[in-house]
């Protein structure tokens, strides 16, 4: 299956996720306005590096599905699991020098991570409902209560 990323969804996805991510991250900063137990730059570091990481994994997924469509979702969930990994190795470990992982620092992760994640999977919905189904691919399962 060849599922074809367009020159304009790939710009959108761009400027959608920059946009997104850089209100949000604004929004985050003024919430918080100095009340907050973590550095601003921690915060600023966490939204670059999902930004970074969302943008590599589309770009990523839109070169491989051309050839290998079929495989998309497992190099999607791979990227996921990427994404959190980087969390875990990195964010988590600088957070945990206290004992203790607040409510606050953990949200200096997922609130970029969730947002970077909601904003690929609208574009690749987008994408995906524009790809002609292949009755070679489809599979379909009756029920043995509806046969007559």
Do not use: W
Not at 56 to 82: D, I, M, N, P, Y
């Amino acid at each position: 299956m060849k599922i074809e990323f367009s020159k304009r969804i790939i710009g959108q996805f761009l400027v959608t996720v920059l946009l997104v991510l850089v209100v949000v991250c604004v929004l985050h900063l003024l919430i918080l306005s100095g009340a907050s137990e973590v550095p601003e730059l921690v915060i600023f570091i966490s939204y670059l590096s999902q930004l970074l990481l969302s943008v590599a994994s589309f770009f990523l997924l839109a070169r491989v599905s051309v050839k290998k469509g079929e495989h998309a979702g497992f190099f999607f969930l791979g990227f996921s699991l990427v994404k959190f990994l980087v969390y875990v190795l990195g964010f988590r470990f600088y957070f945990l020098k206290d004992g203790l992982v607040s409510k606050e620092e953990y949200a200096v992760f997922f609130i970029p991570y969730i947002t970077a994640f909601v904003v690929e999977i609208v574009y690749l919905v987008h994408v995906l409902n524009k790809v002609p189904m292949d009755p070679d691919y489809v599979i379909v399962y009756k029920e043995d209560d509806e046969e007559e």
